[in-house]
């Protein structure tokens, strides 16, 4: 059985007065805790949360939240105790143990697996990065000395163990617990070989706010869609216009505007993406301003207030159901109207015209009606 060991506990000055322990900070909905014990759990681990001692219920609470099963045991005062504790924790027949550092929520599977082999074949396995900075030994301020980089690894967690090693090890120097600032360092003190493996450059460590601040994948755009849906009355003695353009056939659509029917549906889906309203909230129809106006500048005036509001449309789509007249000679001019208006490309604009068999209003030739869909992100 292979034991993984999160440790939670640290203090975390270097966060600031964050007022809460780093670990139970969100990042994707959850705890950054979290993360890792799920990497393990899926491993079929048996983990083992070290928490906070005052604070052992919130960390319950969250693995709760998370469906997730771990024991949960008190730290001790610093990381070395923690650990401790973690070790005696463990369940009889451990023979593997991983110790992970609860601030490293980026831990992927694979590197788990990779050190948990490594362990197993050489007693002691940590994942290991090259050294690309300089490093210089000093004193005060004096310099005394540049170790040669090609010999230096910077060192991260899981660190993997055969769990007799390390757990004689770190009963035995229990008394001298902050000598020691990683767990390889406690089996090296015992005088046993640790093997480095390859390690992983995603699995940092949230030390300062920066690095927290850096996990919030600021370049994941905010996507949203909406739908739109429109019907106007076909009737003698108006102009047919349908995407700003004057479609000729012996009716017209009915309304107060333009009674672009294909146009309506469009905003409403545009706004409905941006959760502002619909279309008759932005330009009532008992309003004299917008009798008989183009339906574009309607258009124009939504695009205005949704780019005020920090979005961009990425893509529209339109299906016009329609049994006459014929529609599929003017979509592309549809097409164009509609990405000019918008100021958009138009590939990123598609018009579709159907009928609908004859059946229902639109069959009977009485109506026209319009659906939309309106992908925006949000900058
Ligand atoms: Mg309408």
Redesign the pocket.
């Known amino acids: 059985m292979t034991g993984a060991i999160v440790l939670c506990g640290g203090s975390g000055t270097r966060m600031g007065p964050i007022g809460v322990n780093k670990t139970l900070l969100p990042w994707r909905g959850e705890p950054l805790f979290i993360h890792s014990v799920r990497v393990f759990s899926s491993l079929k681990m048996d983990v083992i949360v070290a928490a906070p001692a005052d604070d052992l219920e919130a960390f319950k609470d969250a693995l709760r939240a998370a469906g997730l099963k771990a024991k949960v045991v008190p730290g001790g005062g610093d990381r070395y105790l923690s650990v401790l504790n973690g070790l005696r924790a463990c369940v009889e027949k451990t023979d593997i143990v991983l110790i992970h550092d609860g601030a490293r929520p980026r831990v992927s599977p694979e590197l788990a697996e990779r050190v948990e082999k490594a362990a197993l074949e050489k007693g002691g396995a940590i994942p290991a990065l090259p050294c690309v900075d300089t490093i210089k030994t000093v004193e005060g301020d004096l310099i005394t000395g540049t170790p040669t980089r090609s010999g230096l690894k910077r060192v991260q967690t899981p660190q993997g163990f055969r769990y007799d090693l390390i757990r004689q090890a770190y009963e035995r120097f229990k008394d001298e617990s902050g000598r020691f600032t990683d767990d390889a360092s406690v089996l090296e003190a015992a005088g046993k070989d640790v093997y480095v493996v390859e390690g992983d450059p995603g699995n940092e460590k949230i030390t300062v706010p920066q690095d927290y601040l850096g996990l919030k994948d600021p370049v994941t755009p905010e996507i949203s869609v909406g739908i739109g849906q429109?019907t106007?009355r076909l009737v003698e003695g108006r102009k047919l216009i349908l995407c700003g353009v004057e479609v000729p056939f012996e009716k017209g659509l009915l309304?107060h505007s333009d009674?672009d029917?294909a146009v309506?549906a469009l905003i409403d889906a545009i706004l409905g993406a941006a959760a502002l309203g619909d279309?008759g909230r932005h330009f009532p129809d008992s309003d004299e301003k917008y009798r008989g106006i183009s339906s574009l500048k309607l258009l124009e005036h939504v695009m205005n207030l949704i780019r005020e509001k920090g979005f961009a449309l990425c893509h529209a789509d339109i299906t016009v159901t329609c049994q006459r007249p014929k529609l599929k000679d003017h979509i592309e001019e549809m097409r164009k109207n509609l990405a000019v208006t918008m100021g958009v490309s138009v590939e990123r604009v598609s018009v579709k015209a159907t009928t609908s068999e004859g059946l229902g209003y639109e069959g009977r030739g009485e109506g026209i009606s319009a659906m939309s869909a309106a992908t925006l992100m949000k900058n």
């Open positions: 429109d106007h309304g009674a029917v309506h279309i």
